[in-house]
């Protein structure tokens, strides 16, 4: 009898692709402005790439970034430490993280220590530079680097709960592209440009006025497929151009880095 025949080869998966990440933070620091301060981290999760920008390791006040650090802490704590968070709680974080309410961000705040926040973050997930604000009650003024934020996101994708992920990222997802304050928070990783053509960003957005004629305007979330790459792009921007323009640079920034990413 003749021999059976063999199975056919299973075929090799294709090489995955190194320096990305790395190509990524180069784009972003060509395109910005010279008077614009740039921090930049970007993470490949697939190959463990981690590239920081020039300042990537400075510190930013955090504006609405600083939702995210408090809400995570909060989740945290509620898994290991039993704290108590209610169904109108869930809601103040749904407020906080989409629309970006910063009313509900003072709530939170003020109900689970949200100056305590940086420090226990930071201790869970050995930050180098988040640190709480100076001022009473600024929550804005938490800071934070770019390389910091890039850690704190491939925490929540990694290592948190699948229940507290799906959470966090289906409350920034769901982010309208105008904000509770009216702002346009459609910029950067939320901007038409790459929002609309498919990739997927899931960001959480920051702005805020003005500290040494200086605008802060961040974007910092997750795109690709599985949510490979995640992306901290930090701003100071002269307040002399406008928030038109500002939004403008962060957005042409943030697509010459997600191009740099396929």
Known sequence: APAPA???????????????AQAAVNAAQEQA????????????????ELAVGDRGHERFYTASLA????????????????????????KLFERALGPSDDSAMSALWEKFDG?????????????????????????????????????????????????????LTTDMAAAPST????????????????????????????????????????SAGVLGPENRFVVVLLTRQP????WPAARSEQTGIATKAVAALR
């Open 115 to 167: 100056p305590g926040a940086p420090a226990r973050v930071s201790a869970r997930l050995d930050l180098e530079g988040t640190a709480a604000p100076k001022r009473f009650g600024q929550w804005g003024e938490v800071e934070v680097t770019a390389a910091d934020y890039a850690t704190l996101w491939k925490y929540v994708l990694d290592d948190m709960p699948a229940a507290d992920r799906e959470l």
């Open 6 to 20: 063999a199975p056919p080869a299973t075929p090799e998966p294709p090489p995955v692709e190194r320096g990305l």
């Open 179 to 218: 904000a509770k304050d009216g702002f346009d928070q459609g910029f950067g990783l939320l901007s038409s440009e790459i929002r609309g053509d498919g990739t997927g960003a899931v960001a959480k957005q920051g702005w805020m006025c003005c500290f040494s004629g200086q605008y802060y305007l961040h």
């Open 33 to 48: 402005a010279s008077a614009t301060q740039l921090g930049v981290a970007v993470l490949d999760r697939t190959t463990g």
């Open 67 to 90: 939702k995210l650090i408090v809400i995570v802490d909060v989740l945290d704590r509620r898994r290991t430490e039993g704290l108590k968070v209610t169904d109108a709680d869930l």
């Open 239 to 242: 307040r002399t151009k406008g």
